[in-house]
């Protein structure tokens, strides 16, 4: 699997470095991935587009 460069504004790079370590990930990406990968299953679970698109809206992450 190839690698992706992500840019994060600098106080949530904080948050995940500290969240990272207190949750004992090896590295923010690895927690950055878990992360992401829970997320991305909860969304596959979805029967729909317009379904996913709801639960995005309700996360906040579209409008």
Do not use: W
């Not at 090896?26 to 992360?35: A, D, G, K, N």
């Not at 996913?52 to 996360?59: A, D, E, H």
Request: aromatic letters at 6%.
């Amino acid at each position: 699997m190839g690698k992706a460069k992500v840019k994060l504004n600098k106080e949530l790079l904080e948050k995940v470095k500290k969240f990272a370590q207190m949750a004992g990930y090896s590295s923010p990406e690895e927690f950055i991935t878990h992360c992401l990968e829970r997320e991305i299953a909860k969304l596959e679970e979805s029967d729909s587009e317009e379904e996913i698109k709801k639960k995005l809206k309700g996360l906040g992450y579209i409008s």
